[in-house]
């Protein structure tokens, strides 16, 4: 990988606060049970540019709208394909580098300029990403 010299620096941020429930259930649009935690990037971090693009604003406006809304998802599976799309594509312009290891243990590819390997994250860690990549630390994170 080409080492990039970015103008707005990257800030390292650690995972050890990225969960994921594969147990919860959800019936409608309403989550029935959380289920149990687990930190599944403990030890790991990413590294992030802490500005947001009006893309990716745009996209999780799109996506938000699309979950928020009742709709058959087969008549608007393409529309949050887009968006799924739009949101990888700008936090792969974001997310500068990683040290995220799959359920395996073995090292993910690096994200930047790669949204698919973003795409093809769980749920819960795209949207702790979208949540990391405003460039705050976990602690950083709770205070609001």
């Not at 970015?6 to 049970?33: A, M, Q, T, W």
């Not at 936090?91 to 073995?106: E, F, K, P, Q, V």
């Not at 749920?123 to 630390?137: C, F, K, P």
Request: aromatic fraction near 6%; charged fraction near 25%; hydrophobic fraction near 40%.
């Amino acid at each position: 990988m080409t080492q990039v010299s970015f103008k707005i620096p990257p800030r390292l941020i650690p995972s050890y606060d990225c969960l994921i429930y594969p147990d919860r259930k959800i019936e409608g649009e309403k989550i029935v049970e959380k289920g149990e935690a687990i930190a599944v990037h403990r030890g790991e971090w990413i590294e992030v540019v802490p500005v947001q693009s009006m893309k990716e604003l745009i996209a999780l406006g799109r996506i938000a709208s699309l979950v928020s809304s009742e709709f058959d998802m087969s008549g608007r599976a393409g529309e949050a394909s887009r968006a799924l799309v739009s949101l990888c594509t700008a936090l792969a312009a974001r997310i500068t580098a990683w040290n995220w290891t799959d359920n395996a243990g073995l090292p993910l590819p690096q994200p930047y300029e790669q949204p698919d390997v973003l795409a093809a994250l769980s749920n819960d860690e795209l949207m702790y990403l979208v949540q990391a990549s405003r460039g705050e630390t976990p602690e950083e994170r709770k205070k609001d």
